[in-house]
C-alpha cells in the first residue's frame, strides 16, 4: 500500500459526459501528480501540483483541468469525455516538488467511456 | 530532449532464470534521477528503486540489482532466479534536476518491458 488514495476505482460513463477523480496523497506529501496510462500512448504525465499551485504540466487536454486543495488532495476533471479518453488514470504524491523526491502512485482510476 | 527507452517489449522466461530488462536514458541535465517501477496484472504502479546520476554504485535487494552505467546511459534491472509472481510490467523512468529548464518533479516513462515468467 503506497499510501495514495484514488476514488473510484473503476468508473464507466457516456461520450460527452464529465467525471471527477479524486486522491488523497500520502500523509506529508505536499506534490501531487496525475498521469494517463492508454495502451497506445504509454504512461503519460498530465500536470503537477504542489502545496495547492500548479507547477509543471504535461500532456493534459484542455477538456481537463485539475486542482489541490487546502488539505492537499487533489481531484483531476475530465470534461466533454470522448472514446479515447478511456484509460487508467493515475494519482501520485511526493514530500517535495522537484527532480529527486520518490513519487508513490495510487491504485489508479479505471475510466471507461462507452 | 529527455527520453528514456526500454527496447525490450516482451520477455519471457522460465521459472528460477535470470532476466535483464535493459533501460537506457537520455537527458541533458547533469542532476537527475532513475527509477524502476512494477506493474503486476492488478494495475497498480509498485515503487522499486531509485537512483540518482551521482551515485554510480550498483545496488541489489534480494533477487533484484540494479546496473547504472553513465557512460552508456543505462540503468539495468536484473531478476536473478525469477518466480512467477515477478511477472509484470516493469517501467523505467526518469526525472531531471531541472539544469536546463526540463521537467522538474515529474517522470518521463519508457513504454514498459512486459515479464511473463512461466512455472
Known amino acids: 500500500d503506497s499510501g495514495v488514495t484514488q476514488t473510484p476505482k473503476h468508473l464507466i460513463t457516456a461520450t460527452g459526459q464529465r467525471v471527477t477523480l479524486r486522491c488523497s496523497p500520502r500523509s506529508g506529501d505536499l506534490s501531487v501528480y496525475w498521469y494517463q496510462q492508454s495502451l497506445d500512448q504509454g504512461l503519460q504525465f498530465l500536470i503537477q501540483y504542489y502545496n495547492g499551485e500548479e507547477r509543471a504540466k504535461g500532456n493534459i487536454l484542455e477538456r481537463f483541468s485539475a486542482q489541490q486543495f487546502p488539505d492537499l488532495h487533489s481531484e483531476l476533471n475530465l470534461s466533454s469525455l470522448e472514446l479515447g479518453d478511456s484509460a487508467l488514470y493515475f494519482c501520485?504524491?511526493?514530500?517535495?516538488?522537484?527532480?529527486?523526491?520518490?513519487?508513490?502512485f495510487g491504485e489508479g482510476s479505471w475510466l471507461t467511456v462507452v | 530532449a529527455q527520453k528514456v527507452t526500454q527496447a525490450q517489449t516482451e520477455i519471457s522466461v522460465v521459472e528460477k532464470e535470470d532476466v535483464t530488462l535493459d533501460c537506457v536514458y537520455e537527458?541533458?541535465?547533469?542532476?537527475?534521477?532513475l527509477f524502476w517501477y512494477k506493474q503486476p496484472p492488478s494495475g497498480e504502479l509498485v515503487f522499486l528503486i531509485r537512483r540518482n546520476s551521482f551515485d554510480e554504485q550498483n545496488e541489489i535487494s534480494g533477487r533484484y540489482s540494479w546496473n547504472f552505467q553513465k557512460s552508456t546511459s543505462s540503468f539495468n534491472f536484473t531478476i536473478t532466479a525469477s518466480q512467477v509472481v515477478d511477472s509484470a510490467v516493469y517501467f523505467c523512468a526518469l526525472s531531471e534536476g531541472g539544469n536546463y529548464g526540463g521537467s522538474q518533479g515529474n517522470l518521463i516513462f519508457g513504454k514498459g518491458t512486459k515479464l511473463s515468467v512461466k512455472p
Open positions: 501520485a504524491s511526493s514530500s517535495g516538488g522537484t527532480g529527486g523526491n520518490t513519487i508513490y
Open positions: 537527458t541533458r541535465d547533469t542532476t537527475y534521477y
